[in-house]
């Protein structure tokens, strides 16, 4: 069926180095995007999103990139801190509300001081 | 995007128990759906919470074991019935704000079942 999936499961990287989280996914209606990330002991958080009319997308310190022709998501982190040591989940959705979100399998960041 | 909250926060419960969750939005949202996470996995819909109808239930899980209740606008419950040790997870409650394309997701219930 379809799915939404990750390729490493865990990523360590030094503090103040940047981060690449990737994610690919198979479903080719989905043209909505969501990075979401996920504390240890809360819920998932959202942090960026993004249209499949787009390729880029920048918010503070993350910047998602999305390549349609290859189904593949990415999540670039800059400067990672500790405190972006969480679970990382990609979701896809199809624009026009109310849409089924399916969520990727997560990678575990791991930030080294 | 609405705060979310669900108690309890955490529970242990025995097996052949039942317990219910509850998640209060702080404005009204328009959809509200409940999520299964089990230890080191990702997040799987349980079903669409609908105010004043029946929940739409993802394939996998019916009403029977996971009855929904939707009064308003604002709150939602999820009932884990006759419970076995499997559905030890976290249970998440998330929200769809107007446009309904990204969910807002509450803190989770942290559920063990002996």
């Known amino acids: 069926g379809e799915s939404v999936g990750l390729h490493l499961p865990t990523l360590s990287v030094q503090e103040g180095d940047n981060s690449i989280i990737n994610c690919a996914y198979s479903n080719s209606a989905s043209d909505y995007f969501i990075w979401y990330k996920q504390e240890s002991g809360k819920g998932p958080q959202f942090i960026i999103d993004?249209?499949?009319?787009?390729d880029k997308r920048q918010g503070q310190r993350v910047t998602v990139l999305l390549n349609k022709t290859v189904k593949h998501l990415s999540l670039q982190i800059a400067a990672t801190q500790p405190g972006d040591s969480a679970v990382y989940f990609c979701?896809?959705?199809?624009?026009?509300?109310?849409?089924?979100?399916?969520f990727g399998t997560g990678t575990k960041l791991q930030v080294i001081p | 995007s609405a705060v979310i909250s669900q108690k309890p926060s955490r529970d242990i419960c025995q097996r052949g128990t039942s317990l219910t969750i509850q998640c209060q939005v702080d404005s009204q949202v328009t959809m509200m759906f409940w999520y299964r996470q089990q230890p080191g996995q990702s997040l799987t819909l349980i079903a669409t919470a609908n105010q004043g109808s029946e929940a739409t239930y993802e394939s996998g899980f019916v009403i029977d074991k996971f009855p929904i209740s939707r009064p308003n606008l604002t709150f939602s419950t999820l009932t884990v019935s006759n419970m076995s040790p499997e559905d030890s997870s976290i249970y998440l409650c998330s929200d769809s704000p107007a446009g309904g394309e990204t969910q807002y997701f509450g803190p989770g219930t942290r559920l063990l079942v002996l």
């Open positions: 993004i249209r499949s009319n787009m």
């Open positions: 979701a896809e959705n199809r624009s026009g509300g109310y849409q089924k979100v399916t």
